[in-house]
């Protein structure tokens, strides 16, 4: 029986459409009315696939591993073949979307493979038989047994290849092939495979005698070579001695344009630059008229003034409380979007330890809320950068941001709207919706001073500035250093803030074009309230609403589902969301 046939057999599927969400006050439960079912039949083949996907990354775990690769590989090309069976047209707009985006994932996913391997490939020189170590691992994954004798020779091999190279680059560090960031990458990956092989000989040892007798003194003379070579790669090669250096891993100007189309972004990292400049140059004009009012001469001045107004200590908590209570308000009294009484009251508060705070110098935020701010541990300096880093301004237009109608509230409806589409995740969704609400609060008057207008942005400001030093890092033009000084220079960070927000940045935690999404998606879904909402198509909360109930995606497949132009063949990246002018 064809997939096809086999879902229409299966019958109707519960699935959830954008219907607004009118409770009574204090009500938890919606009515059941407001939870229609529909008949998505692509709902079911999603969910299938990311159950798949699950299953052989479950044991495809191994870093760097061939057979992991040929697993994943053979995995999206019989679905891209198993898709085939679908008549797009003949399909409703529901399951038109989802079939364009499981087809857009399946493609960048094996794009991707053949990215990550040339990366491999490209460290590889540094890393000599570290391949074989892969092997053993993945062997194990795969529930092989090793002969102990040829196990122990190959890791006793493996320390001799290592060891050479490393005395010919004791010797002389320039001889080392590749740059230093492809030897930062090198540590990185001789990272994964050190842990990976850590747990193949512990699964052994011990329980086979014949196994630790061959193995037990190679594995233990390798693992001391092993982290001798990756503190070679990534202090003496790559230049990350100082715990303080920020060294990150440049992609490209190709992948970042393979990484554009996939988000159905039409413009050029240059264009995203120059669009920055912009948007960063209409904040500082507008730091300017807030700081006049303010009665400075100067956008600075009126910025040291903001910092110094910040809660005495053990007090941020309940500020953001009170903040989180003001931006519900203000939604709910001119009707917004709608915000279930549960989802007001299902968030936790977390206060960062000084030690996270190193990397997050300011709120976080999804399911729940975790707030930064300085504990009495820290250094003096540290302690004051914090303090002035999250002032009451600064968090006023932080906490909307993090909860509601920003992340939290986006987390309440992902979990119980179109659920399969977390497959089709998109950070110019995620860090773009709650961008857009920094900018659909502007327009309305959120900022009741000009010090809170201030506060809204320096924030601006800032994500203006992640586009340039994130894609200027990325082209490879400007350096971690150079990023910290912009965002210290024309946004005003403090400079340990600044350190700490490049450093999150270029951690490899966060893919390359994450920090471009946050004004990037924002001006997005602006561009599309001013074609929906401003031409009367759509209501102010209804439009909100089906955003919030259609699920993560690409903002410009957003729009297809809003506008019911949802094609039967690809997703194109051909909407001008943005106006460059002259």
């Given at each position: ?428 969704w995620t860090e773009g919706w709650a961008l857009y609400w920094e900018f659909r609060l502007w327009d309305l008057g959120f900022a009741q001073t000009p010090e809170d207008r201030i506060g809204m942005l320096f924030w601006r400001s800032h994500r203006a500035a992640r586009i340039l030093f994130s894609l200027g890092f990325h082209l490879g033009q400007m350096s971690p250093d150079q990023a910290v000084d912009l965002l210290v220079r024309r946004v005003g960070h403090e400079r340990e803030n600044a350190r700490a927000e490049v450093r999150r940045s270029f951690a490899g935690d966060y893919g390359p074009l994450y920090q471009v999404a946050y004004m990037i998606g924002g001006l997005q879904f602006q561009a599309l309230h001013r074609e929906m909402v401003g031409s009367g198509r759509m209501g102010e909360r209804e439009f909100h609403d089906a955003i919030l109930t259609g699920g993560p995606m690409p903002v410009a497949a957003v729009r297809a589902r809003l506008r019911g132009e949802v094609p039967a063949g690809d997703l194109g990246a051909d909407w001008q969301f943005y106006d460059f002018g002259k």
């Amino acid at each position: 029986m064809s997939l096809i046939r086999h879902l229409s057999a299966a019958g109707i599927t519960l699935a959830l459409v954008a219907t607004p969400l009118s409770l009574p006050a204090g009500e938890l439960v919606p009515a059941l009315t407001e939870m229609p079912a529909t008949d998505q039949r692509l709902a079911p083949v999603v969910a299938r696939f990311r159950a798949d996907l699950d299953s052989v990354l479950h044991v495809q775990d191994v870093t760097a591993g061939p057979r992991r690769e040929a697993a994943l590989r053979a995995l999206y090309l019989g679905w891209q073949r198993r898709l085939q069976e679908f008549d797009a047209a003949g399909l409703n707009q529901e399951d038109r979307l989802d079939l364009a985006l499981l087809r857009r994932d399946l493609a960048y996913r094996l794009q991707q493979l053949d990215f990550e391997r040339e990366r491999w490939q490209q460290a590889e020189p540094l890393l000599p038989g570290v391949s074989r170590l892969i092997a053993l691992a993945e062997a194990r994954r795969h529930l092989e047994y090793p002969d102990a004798r040829a196990a122990a020779d190959t890791l006793d091999q493996v320390r001799q290849a290592l060891e050479t190279l490393g005395k010919r680059l004791d010797k002389d560090p320039k001889a080392a092939p590749g740059t230093p960031v492809v030897a930062y990458r090198a540590a990185r990956l001789l990272a994964g495979v050190r842990e990976d092989l850590k747990q193949w000989y512990a699964f052994h040892a011990g329980y086979d005698p014949q196994f630790t007798w061959w193995a037990k003194q190679p594995y233990e003379a390798l693992d001391k070579v092993l982290e001798a070579h990756g503190k070679r790669l990534s202090e003496t090669l790559a230049g990350a001695a100082d715990p303080e250096t920020i060294i990150g891993d440049p992609i490209g100007r190709e992948a970042l344009l393979a990484g554009l189309r996939h988000e159905l972004i039409p413009y050029t990292p240059e264009q995203l630059m120059r669009l920055a400049e912009r948007e960063l140059a209409w904040c500082q004009r507008e730091m300017a008229k807030a700081a006049a009012e303010m009665g400075h001469d100067d956008w600075r001045q009126a910025l040291e003034a903001v910092k110094n107004r910040h809660p005495a200590p053990g007090e941020q908590p309940k500020l953001v409380v009170a903040l989180a209570d003001e931006a519900i308000a203000f939604l709910e009294q001119r009707d917004l979007v709608s915000i279930p009484e549960l989802a007001k009251r299902d968030w936790r508060m977390t206060m960062l330890s000084p030690e996270y705070q190193l990397q997050a110098p300011f709120f976080l935020g999804g399911e729940d809320v975790w707030v930064a701010y300085p504990t009495d541990s820290m250094p003096h300096d540290k302690k004051l950068m914090a303090l002035r880093g999250n002032n009451r301004h600064f968090s006023r237009a932080v906490v909307h941001h993090e909860l509601i109608p920003g992340h939290h509230l986006q987390h309440f409806y992902n979990r119980r709207y179109q659920t399969h589409r977390e497959l089709f995740h998109s950070p110019f969704w995620t860090e773009g919706w709650a961008l857009y609400w920094e900018f659909r609060l502007w327009d309305l008057g959120f900022a009741q001073t000009p010090e809170d207008r201030i506060g809204m942005l320096f924030w601006r400001s800032h994500r203006a500035a992640r586009i340039l030093f994130s894609l200027g890092f990325h082209l490879g033009q400007m350096s971690p250093d150079q990023a910290v000084d912009l965002l210290v220079r024309r946004v005003g960070h403090e400079r340990e803030n600044a350190r700490a927000e490049v450093r999150r940045s270029f951690a490899g935690d966060y893919g390359p074009l994450y920090q471009v999404a946050y004004m990037i998606g924002g001006l997005q879904f602006q561009a599309l309230h001013r074609e929906m909402v401003g031409s009367g198509r759509m209501g102010e909360r209804e439009f909100h609403d089906a955003i919030l109930t259609g699920g993560p995606m690409p903002v410009a497949a957003v729009r297809a589902r809003l506008r019911g132009e949802v094609p039967a063949g690809d997703l194109g990246a051909d909407w001008q969301f943005y106006d460059f002018g002259k």
